[in-house]
């Protein structure tokens, strides 16, 4: 049977015991502060155990999404590493209201196994409450003695959360051993002998302080996992082998190369898992309404799409991937749950921007994490310390979970108490700080150093020194902060376990200040990880040698009176402003250009060197900037010892060949005798010839535009004109000789045309217009050769046929040409002898 027919037949048995079949309740159970998530079908009716809620129905069934990863119900952490487990499952259920009890629940569970579904009755087993001798026998109608077991609170008494309707119940187990020996198995976690359903005989409410209270009525609950009963029903040991997860994995291993090899032990096959189950998690978790954040519900999705996120890694992603699967749930669940449908561009939104976040950080905490672990096995301890843990937790985003499971791979645990104590103590000191009137930043620039490491790394741990609103101060970081005319770096700052964007960079006095997207918890003496955005770091360098080499180029092209006036180094491109008094030519342009990307071309190293200034000042060409204040010190940016050598702190490309290609996109002056260059580089230079290629398109297409009206035009221009000349047509017949003795009309005029076109137009009105007895000549010189057309009425067109008559006229123009007796046309070259021909044409026609 297919998962979706289980379910149907599920839902179609209880309505056909009056169940009224009701939809799911969403995983976020608004409006319950006492749970996270759904845990169980019962949920919703909550209210109605309690007697404090009615429903139009006594008797309900119905398929309840469900999440158990936190408080009372957690399988987190057997996910993955076991077949029949989940975060996300699907829990069928059906429920008396103070309606039916013990009897009819045991009933037709029985018949819902045994009769429909067909399971083997030796297989199945029974738990009831130690004290529930009433289950016990009813159970024995069905079952014998020995496969009715009792238990205590641990296993036959449920509980919704710390509070709530509770009671003893009653499961059904099945025995999956092939000698049926698993009686002994029951309830002993072995895989073997599984849980299937669970009957829970409602009667108490657990209050805050502990207490049991009599409910006023007697209620069934019932919930059986789905997953394990599609398992079950066709005859699979797991649950991942059954349509409800294939889709899932098949996608995985499409996407990772990896086949799904299903055993227990394979590294592959554990991380395909994890991933096929979070990935429902936490889809379904946003469609419903939830988001990743950092305290709660959010926290709790936050730590497993991190934990679905390294298992990812583990089948060799390193870029975003579980957002992927979100289309493959939509596909096999939108039916039944139409929210993760209709949600799905946002939940995958959301799930690609929180992995993309993390990743971030993963790669250079799981080396931290390697560092600490292979300290501790150096000192033959197989322990992370709590305070280790919540460095990971503080710096690199590693929820406690993650650093747990790391450890449990390495065989080690986490001192969790300390962790927790750390924890707190970070919350008071927040608070503490939060009250204490922050400082203006202004004013820690006095007491506050930050160490600039930008020049050789782009991720760096460090400390935070400061904290005001969204500004913050650490003692180290990679972030360059806008000078020299150079952009400040972008990127991102994780501390408390949050990661805030960096939006600008400034200098205060010798701290270098962070504004980030929003306001930074103020985490003083804790420690983050500073992470500089690469591709924006490397455009802007790019740009920034670039600059160098136009500067030197500019020198040598124009003329040494070239000096740096003003500069722009941006991510997008530069901007040089210097003394000159012409406009630079296309010429000097292209030398410039051409110059420019030899160097680039050459792949030249990019040195810096740190020297003192007066040695600096040796360089030969070295250029320095008027004004500027330079320390004891000073950084000098070499490329290539005979080119370039300039004063700068700005970052830069290792090599030259990293600008890619340099291009100029614009010259202008800005004030007398001051001028600008605008120029890009590398990737600027592929959007650049994108848009080109864009404008080019858009150009073509308006240019066809453009011939399709002039077509049109000519049209009707042309209408127009043979209208015009079709005025002429009287004047002609006013003008025509007779022949044949009077007889006959013959009309011999040149006309002015602009296509034979039009002539043949004419002559067709000249035709009408003549109507009997009549012969016409029309001639008109079109670029440079004479067109003839020659009509005849029908009534003489056998005795003058146009078409020998015109063919014999072209013969003398040294051309040729005929065509029908009523209508013809010829072209002859001898423009010359037009005028006499038509002179003489009445001549012709009697003699013709
Ligand atoms: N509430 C019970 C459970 O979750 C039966 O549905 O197991």
Not at 146 to 163: A, L, V
Not at 300 to 325: C, D, H, T
Not at 773 to 795: M, N, R
Not at 806 to 811: D, E, P, S
């Amino acid at each position: 049977m297919t998962s979706r027919e289980i379910r149907q037949s599920f839902l179609d048995f209880f309505a056909s015991k009056q169940h009224r079949i009701v939809p799911s309740a969403p995983v976020i159970p608004h409006g319950d502060p006492t749970l996270l998530f759904t845990n169980a079908g019962m949920n919703q009716f909550k209210d109605v155990f309690l007697g404090k809620g009615k429903r139009d129905y006594v008797r309900a069934a119905d398929t309840q999404k469900c999440i158990r990863v936190s408080g009372k119900h957690n399988d987190l952490e057997e996910v993955g590493y076991d077949t029949y487990h989940h975060t996300f499952f699907e829990m069928l259920g059906n429920w008396s209201f103070g309606d039916y009890y013990k009897a009819e629940a045991i009933e037709w569970a029985w018949e819902l196994l045994v009769k429909v579904w067909k399971l083997e009755p030796e297989r199945l087993h029974a738990t009831v409450y130690k004290t529930d001798e009433e289950a016990a026998k009813l159970w024995e109608r069905y079952l014998p003695r020995e496969r009715i077991h009792y238990f205590g609170e641990k296993d036959n008494f449920w509980e919704m959360g710390e509070t709530g309707p509770c009671g003893p119940c009653s499961e059904i187990h099945y025995d999956r051993t092939p000698d049926l020996s698993g009686g002994k198995l029951v309830n002993a976690g072995a895989p073997d002998v599984i849980e299937i359903w669970n009957l829970v005989f409602i009667q108490y409410n657990r209050t805050a302080d502990g207490t049991l209270e009599e409910l006023p009525a007697k209620h069934v609950d019932t919930g059986m996992g789905f997953e394990r009963i599609c398992a079950v029903i066709n005859g699979k040991v797991s649950n991942y082998d059954t349509d409800v997860f294939t889709p899932l994995l098949d996608a995985i291993a499409a996407m990772s190369g990896h086949k799904y090899s299903g055993a227990l032990d394979d590294m592959y096959a554990i991380a395909m898992r994890v991933m096929a189950d979070h990935i429902r998690t936490v889809s379904f978790s946003i469609a419903d309404g939830a988001l990743p954040g950092n305290e709660g519900r959010g926290y709790v999705l936050r730590r497993i799409l991190r934990r679905a996120s390294r298992y990812s890694r583990n089948l060799g992603f390193r870029e975003p991937v579980l957002y992927k699967l979100v289309q493959t749930l939509a596909d096999t669940m939108g039916d039944v749950f139409p929210e993760i449908r209709e949600q799905q561009k946002t939940v995958e939104r959301v799930i690609q921007a929180e992995e993309e976040a993390f990743l971030q950080t993963l790669e250079r905490g799981l080396e931290k994490f390697d560092d600490i672990a292979r300290r501790m096995e150096s000192h033959g301890l197989q322990r992370i310390s709590g305070a280790d843990a919540f460095l990971l937790y503080d710096t690199f985003g590693f929820p406690l979970d993650l650093t747990q499971l790391l450890a449990r791979e390495r065989r080690m645990v986490v001192d969790d108490t300390e962790f927790a104590t750390l924890m707190e103590q970070q919350r008071e000191r927040s608070r503490k700080a939060r009250k204490i009137a922050l400082q203006e930043v202004e004013t820690l620039a006095i007491s506050s150093q930050t160490e600039f490491t930008g020049y050789t790394e782009l991720q760096t741990e460090a400390t935070v020194l400061h904290v005001h609103g969204n500004q913050i101060v650490l003692d180290r970081t990679p972030f360059y902060a806008e000078m020299g005319g150079q952009v400040a770096d972008k990127g991102m700052i994780t501390l408390g376990g949050i990661s805030y964007t960096v939006l600008d960079v400034q200098k205060s006095g010798n701290a270098i200040v962070h504004i980030c997207d929003r306001d930074v918890e103020p985490l003083v003496g804790t420690k983050a990880l500073a992470t500089v955005d690469k591709r924006y770091r490397a455009d802007v360098a790019a740009n920034h040698s670039a600059t160098h080499l136009l500067h030197e180029a500019l020198r040598r092209v124009l003329g040494t009176h070239v000096q740096q006036a003003g500069s722009l180094v941006a991510a997008e491109g530069l901007r040089f402003d210097f003394p000159h008094f012409q406009k630079v030519s296309p010429e000097e342009i292209q030398a410039i250009e051409e110059m420019v990307n030899e160097k680039v071309r050459e792949n030249i190293p990019v040195r810096t060197l740190e020297l003192p200034i007066d040695e600096a000042r040796k360089i030969p060409g070295v250029k320095s900037f008027f004004g500027d204040k330079y320390g004891d010190t000073v950084r000098v940016v070499v490329i290539d010892d005979t080119f370039s050598a300039e004063f700068c702190g700005g970052t830069h490309v290792r090599s030259t060949s990293e600008i890619g290609v340099f291009k100029i996109v614009a010259e202008s002056s800005i004030a007398a005798g001051t001028r600008r260059l605008e120029a890009i580089t590398g990737t600027g230079v592929l959007h650049y010839i994108a848009q080109l290629q864009q404008r080019i398109n858009e150009q073509q297409r308006s240019y066809e535009e453009l011939q399709q009206k002039l077509k049109q035009l000519e049209k009707e221009l042309s209408k127009v004109q043979v209208h015009a000349l079709t005025q002429q047509v009287q004047g002609f017949l006013a003008k025509a000789r007779l022949a044949n003795g009077g007889h006959l009309r013959v009309v011999a005029e040149q006309v002015d045309v602009a296509h034979i076109d039009q002539l043949k137009a004419l002559g067709d009105e000249l035709r009408n217009a003549l109507g009997k007895q009549g012969v016409g000549l029309l001639a008109s010189v079109v670029e440079g050769k004479v067109q003839l057309v020659c009509v005849a009425t029908d009534d003489v067109k056998e005795r003058y046929p146009a078409g020998k008559i015109v063919a014999a006229l072209a013969k003398e123009l040294g051309g040729g040409g005929g065509g029908k007796s009523h209508l013809a046309t010829a072209g002859g070259k001898d423009i010359h002898k037009l005028p006499s021909m038509l002179q003489d044409f009445a001549a012709f026609v009697e003699k013709f």
